[in-house]
């Protein structure tokens, strides 16, 4: 059964900073996997969607990988804002669960001015 | 915009009485699924609909139903809503299974 992990849970840091968020993901058997950020008391909204046959995609000043094989993704964030302050969930499409998204606890982000 | 819409976005009900909970989107995708997500917890699936073909997940409690009469539109209803039941429900979409996802906004439910 899929389990997914996200490293840190929370992280506090000064606006500027260039942060890394971890989620690794116990069953390489995945279609893709999505990011998605989570403002307190809101629906999901799609950062990027990474294929299984990719090991990066972009989309300004967000950047995720893939490695299938050791079960690990990263969003990087560039240049992080106060705006970034939200909780990122990361999910990978389970092929094994017939294309069930499996989500991590999430990483809780604050940006301080 | 095509999106997907839910309906109400705050709901309260009292212990026992049923709630139906709304969701549309313009997207004309095949999918549409629904999530519990309680207070600090991840998302977890319910059940989904693809075009008609209904699949519940096999840990859903028998109180929750769902109805898909169109494209366009999805319901939740919840027969005798326990305190247990309050979280955030979300509704989401996808053109096929196993591609990407589009979540609403939710609906936060409280059971008093």
């Known amino acids: 059964k899929q389990e997914v992990t996200q490293i840190p849970a929370a992280l506090s840091v000064p606006e500027g900073e260039n942060l890394v968020l971890n989620c690794s993901f116990t069953d390489s058997a995945i279609y893709n996997l999505q990011w998605f950020r989570q403002d307190p008391g809101k629906g999901l909204t799609s950062l990027l969607l990474i294929q299984s046959s990719q090991r990066e995609q972009t989309s300004g000043r967000l950047n995720a990988s893939l490695d299938k094989s050791s079960g690990r993704s990263t969003l990087y964030i560039a240049a992080s804002q106060p705006g970034d302050s939200a909780t990122y969930l990361c999910a990978p499409l389970d092929y094994n669960q017939g294309g069930k998204l499996i989500f991590g606890q999430g990483t809780e982000l604050s940006v301080k001015p | 915009d095509a999106m997907v819409i839910q309906n109400p976005r705050y709901q309260v009900t009292q212990f026992g009485k049923p709630v139906t909970l709304s969701c549309s989107q313009t997207?004309?995708?095949?999918?549409m699924y629904w999530y519990q997500q309680k207070s600090s917890q991840a998302p977890k699936l319910l059940f989904h609909?693809?075009?008609?073909?209904?699949?519940n997940e096999a840990d859903t409690p028998d109180n929750f139903q769902s109805r898909r009469p169109n494209t366009s539109f999805c319901f939740l209803d919840i027969r005798s809503p326990g305190l247990g039941d309050a979280a955030m429900y979300l509704c989401a979409t996808s053109v096929r299974a196993a591609y990407e996802q589009y979540f609403g906004p939710g609906t936060r439910l409280t059971v008093t």
């Open positions: 997207l004309n995708h095949n999918v």
């Open positions: 609909y693809y075009d008609k073909d209904f699949n």
